[in-house]
């Protein structure tokens, strides 16, 4: 695994991880996200995770999922 810490102790993958869980402190969201060992393989999107509480990213298919809003 690629990857390097962030400011909150977890460990940040590039975009080939293909999944991330989000925590509300971390949005917005944008892919690749800054914190990444790859942030500039591809055009930063921003993603809107309302509603389903997941987004797929449209350059990489990486999909983010807001875990803690499940009750």
Same mark, same amino acid.
């Given at each position: 695994? !690629? %990857? =390097?810490?962030?400011? !909150? %102790? =977890?460990t940040a993958t590039s975009c080939a991880e293909q999944?991330?869980?989000?925590?509300?402190?971390?949005?917005?969201?944008?892919c690749p996200m800054p914190n990444t060992s790859d942030w500039n393989a591809h055009p930063r999107v921003y993603l809107e995770l309302?509603?389903?509480g997941e987004a797929l990213c449209p350059y990489c298919g990486t999909l983010y999922v807001l875990i803690d809003?499940?009750?």
């Open positions: 695994m !690629n %990857g =390097e810490t962030t400011g !909150n %102790g =977890e999944r991330h869980e989000i925590r509300t402190q971390d949005l917005p969201i944008s309302a509603g389903s809003d499940k009750v």
